[in-house]
């Protein structure tokens, strides 16, 4: 983040466009990589949840399964929020 | 010859600056004491003879060549200034009816017998003119411009290259406006070679002169024009050569007090 990023975020104002070009760059690229369609993620996302969902309760409508990428290296980054463990709940 | 390169020059997307680095870096490698030939690998649409001011001297080209209804020597175009450099041109866009990799591998390898430099005009796109073109490589420069389209088809031929195991490949920056990009208007240098992971080769601004010497049909680089595009093709042929020439800052292209305010809004805080 630059000062710019910064003081457009305080101001509320548009990023600039250059900010709005890289974010898009790495989201497209993160996909034109992996050669994943948005199908076949939407799919694995959903997969994934599934069997996490067997393990623990989680925030379904807060969790996100996406394409990140750095250093033409990309990874698959899940973050999905615990509302709480099963284990936990069958105990009560 | 041992010591001979074979270098793609290829882009991905169209109109970003092949042809004009192709055309330009021959003519100052060349004038550096490099034997250089450029050949034309856009079967499709040829252009490399116009930028080079060549379009009226081509008898034969790599089809007769391929064909041996001629010698190499006989299809080879000299330029008359600059006698180190020569031009194969490309063949009748029929050619790429049957033309193969092996057929590119034929022809660079004879080339790279006479010449210290082949440089390779890649054809736009990742289809069969770049499978082509791709396979008679050794080296890659891929050239870019900073705007979101052109450096995501950069990305893709980056991964084709990297499959087709060329190697090194280097990166060149075109078009680059320094006011845009102190306004943040413009990707930033270190944005594209962040995201596209590759060692920068060269900057070249933005330059109407690039438009007045196409039209005549001589390349910038030939006539020692101070203009700020030929400085950068000619520092991109010294660095080919292995010299150390830093590279040039576009924030520094700027002075005065905004651009001091533009590079402070340009600091990265975290």
């Known amino acids: ?92 | 010859m041992t010591n001979s390169r074979t270098i793609l020059i290829c882009s991905g997307k169209g109109g970003v600056g092949k042809t004009t680095l192709t055309a330009n870096l021959g003519i100052a490698l060349a004038g550096q004491g490099a034997r250089t030939v450029v050949l034309d690998a856009d079967f499709g649409l040829r252009n490399l003879d116009l930028l080079l001011g060549l379009e009226n001297r081509i008898v034969y080209t790599a089809q007769e060549v391929l064909a041996e209804t001629c010698r190499l020597d006989q299809a080879l175009v000299k330029h008359k200034q600059e006698p180190n450099l020569a031009l194969l041109p490309a063949g009748n866009p029929r050619m790429l009816e049957w033309l193969k990799p092996e057929d590119m591998q034929t022809i660079a390898g004879m080339l790279s017998e006479r010449f210290d430099y082949v440089l390779i005009d890649c054809p736009a796109g990742i289809e069969d003119g770049f499978k082509n073109a791709v396979a008679a490589a050794k080296e890659a420069i891929v050239i870019t411009t900073p705007e979101v389209s052109a450096v995501r088809d950069a990305d893709r031929v980056i991964g084709l290259l990297n499959t087709h195991g060329v190697s090194p490949v280097q990166l060149v920056l075109n078009r680059v406006r320094p006011k845009m990009m102190a306004n943040q208007d413009m990707l930033a240098v270190d944005d594209v070679t962040d995201i596209l992971a590759l060692p920068l080769l060269g900057l070249v601004l933005e330059d109407e002169q690039v438009i007045v010497s196409t039209n005549r049909g001589e390349p910038l680089t030939l006539n020692g024009s101070a203009s700020p595009a030929a400085k950068a093709y000619g520092n991109i042929a010294s660095r080919l050569q292995g010299e150390d020439i830093p590279l040039m800052d576009p924030a520094k292209e700027r002075r005065g007090i905004r651009a001091r305010v533009r590079r402070l809004m340009q600091t990265k805080i975290f």
């Open chain 1, 1 to 92: 983040m630059t000062l710019r990023d910064l003081l457009d975020k305080i101001l509320r104002r548009q990023p600039a466009s250059a900010t709005t070009a890289r974010e898009r760059l790495q989201l497209v690229l993160a996909h034109d990589r992996s050669d994943l369609s948005p199908e076949t993620l939407d799919q694995m996302r959903r997969e994934i949840f599934e069997v996490v969902a067997k393990y623990v309760d989680i925030d379904l409508e807060e969790g996100d399964v996406s394409l990140e990428t750095e250093d033409r290296v990309t990874a698959l980054v899940a973050n999905l929020p615990i509302r709480r463990s099963m284990a936990a709940s069958s105990n009560e």
